[in-house]
């Protein structure tokens, strides 16, 4: 049962690290995106 419940934790660990991961890859494409649509309308306005 004790080797069942460290098993578990493990698991809890890992799951919640993977979210994390996923989370700061979803942030970082978000700010590039922001970024890369900034740069745009920069250079629109630039233009006209």
Known sequence: ???FYLFSNDIQAYATQLA???HEVA???LLGQANAFKDLST???GNS
Do not use: K
Request: proline share 0%.
């Open 27 to 29: 942030n970082d494409d």
């Open 43 to 45: 250079s629109v306005r």
């Open 1 to 3: 049962m004790a080797l």
């Open 20 to 22: 994390g991961s996923a």
